[in-house]
């Protein structure tokens, strides 16, 4: 070869290599992308996030409870061995969830969450509810005790979403939006101030707020409702003496650090122990009574001592993740309830763990909102995984996901659980389900009363006699009539047994036959 070209050979190498690795990130680049535009990826993103936040939590139950079990003369896997029921149990309930027809849940919405403010009641008689540390918030049923205001966040979600969709298809004012919703609210936020619970009355602010700001409310009157609650939060925080005790360690972390600025400032001294890469699985030191509640509030601080901040970046970053496969779901879904409920629960949920994540760093003031999935509670663990699992049900309701499933691309998990297939959501015919019995009824008594057949309705063709468009009708005290047919309207969408769905006629069936 000659000299010529070798130095060609030799300068068109460098050019090439760089366009060679280019190449070769392309595909490894867009898998994620590619997998991601699968029918199913939502559900597989949702069921995959539930399951790791889960066995993370149990490991690190497990490593942070072990201690203090032991030296309170229980087995070192007495809390493991009961939050492993617990899983199980929401495991179930998971499944339950995902079985569940949308139709069903719409149905059932308004009586369970009613159900869940009468427990709210209940569990405030003294003989009924369970009191710890100066707080009736239980029912203790022998081998597991059961927190009412835990179920009352996920009734107020699903129930909020199933009324603001109503509302919305037939495009209420904001009073509407406000009226049925804020005042059942506020009762079940000022039932859980009773107990005293605070920090999840933040938590049911945190969905009630969501579930306004997604449903439409206008920037203006939202901020209003925000300042307020702010407000109503910041006199409840200073209200009580241990809430005011918290506020005052917040702003004034030195003043008592063997006192009420113990816990906070042995957590900030665990995160600080563990360093990059942590002291390793089963080695902290906090966890050696340093650190009060180690296994439940403050199990961040665990796990940032143990598995190091890469561990708590994984923790983010499964919420991270989350929060987009939430909003994912959210806005590919076509049926409003979907939308809101999903957008809800993934604020609810995600605001929920930041709240946790910011008092254990020192960031916010210390509140006791556990960490969804990870921390050691009650039955915080199975109604977050129910939560999970409608979440999960919604995933599945997507347009190309319900396509693909009646196509028959079911894929292993939705054959393993024999999952049924999921209704495709039409808004025609949902509105027209949901109107067609508003004239039987009255047509049906007067042919009853007067004894002679119903009228018969006009054909849909909308067409009068030679095809002309009919002359509409002049109603009598046009005004007094509109307001009392909207009024009706308001009540009739919103009412739980109405059809929200697409129901199968006869006719239907034999056309396609």
Request: net charge positive.
């Amino acid at each position: 070869m000659s000299a010529a070209p070798r130095r060609a050979a030799r300068s068109a190498a460098p050019a090439s290599r760089p366009a060679a690795k280019t190449a070769a990130r392309r595909p490894a680049a867009g898998w994620f992308a590619v997998w991601l535009s699968r029918p199913l990826a939502s559900f597989h993103l949702v069921v995959a996030i539930a399951v790791l936040l889960t066995v993370l939590g149990l490991v690190m139950v497990l490593s942070a409870s072990s201690v203090e079990s032991y030296a309170g003369g229980k087995s070192a896997y007495s809390l493991f061995i009961q939050q492993a029921v617990l899983a199980a149990f929401g495991a179930v309930l998971f499944y339950i969830a995902l079985r569940i027809p949308m139709r069903l849940m719409r149905q059932l919405s308004f009586p369970v969450f009613v159900l869940s403010v009468i427990l709210l009641v209940l569990v405030l008689i003294p003989g009924i509810g369970t009191e710890v540390q100066g707080s009736r918030r239980w029912f203790d049923l022998g081998f597991v005790s059961v927190q009412p205001s835990e179920i009352a966040k996920v009734t107020l979600v699903v129930w909020g979403s199933h009324l603001l969709a109503s509302r919305m298809t037939e495009k209420a004012g904001y009073k509407d939006i406000l009226m049925p919703l804020v005042p059942a609210g506020l009762i079940v936020c000022f039932l859980v101030v009773l107990e005293p619970n605070l920090s999840t009355t933040i938590a049911l602010g945190i969905v009630l707020a969501s579930l306004l700001w997604f449903g439409g409310l206008p920037l203006r009157m939202f901020v209003t409702i925000a300042v307020s609650g702010g407000v109503a939060a910041a006199i409840l925080a200073l209200s009580a003496g241990y809430r005011s005790d918290r506020m005052r360690a917040f702003f004034n972390p030195g003043d008592d650090p063997q006192g009420i600025g113990y816990q906070a400032r042995q957590a900030l001294y665990s995160l600080a122990d563990g360093g990059i890469w942590g002291r390793g699985l089963g080695q902290s030191r906090a966890k050696w009574s340093y650190l009060p509640n180690a296994h439940n509030d403050f199990i961040f601080a665990i796990i940032g001592e143990e598995l190091g901040f890469l561990g708590c970046a994984l923790v983010l970053g499964l919420f991270a993740l989350f929060v987009y496969t939430g909003l994912r779901i959210s806005t590919r879904s076509i049926d409003p309830f979907l939308r809101l409920l999903t957008a809800s629960a993934t604020t609810w949920i995600t605001g929920q763990a930041l709240i946790n994540v910011g008092y254990v760093v020192g960031l916010l003031p210390v509140t006791g909102l556990q960490l969804p999935l990870v921390s050691a509670g009650g039955s915080s663990l199975a109604i977050t995984l129910f939560m999970f699992g409608i979440i999960a049900n919604a995933a599945r309701h997507e347009p190309e996901a319900v396509a693909a499933l009646h196509a028959g691309q079911d894929g292993r998990v939705s054959r393993l659980l024999r999952l049924p297939k999921p209704e495709m959501y039409s808004p025609a015919r949902a509105q027209a389900a949901r109107s067609r019995p508003k004239a039987k009824p009255k047509a049906a008594k007067e042919a009853k009363i007067k004894g002679a057949p119903p009228r018969r309705a006009l054909p849909p063709s909308g067409r009068g006699r030679g095809g002309s468009d009919p002359v509409p009708r002049r109603s009598i005290d046009s005004d007094s009539a509109r307001r009392t047919s909207r009024s009706t309207e308001s009540w009739r969408s919103t009412r739980a047994w109405e059809p929200s769905y697409p129901m199968r006629h006869a006719r239907d069936e034999r056309g396609k036959r």
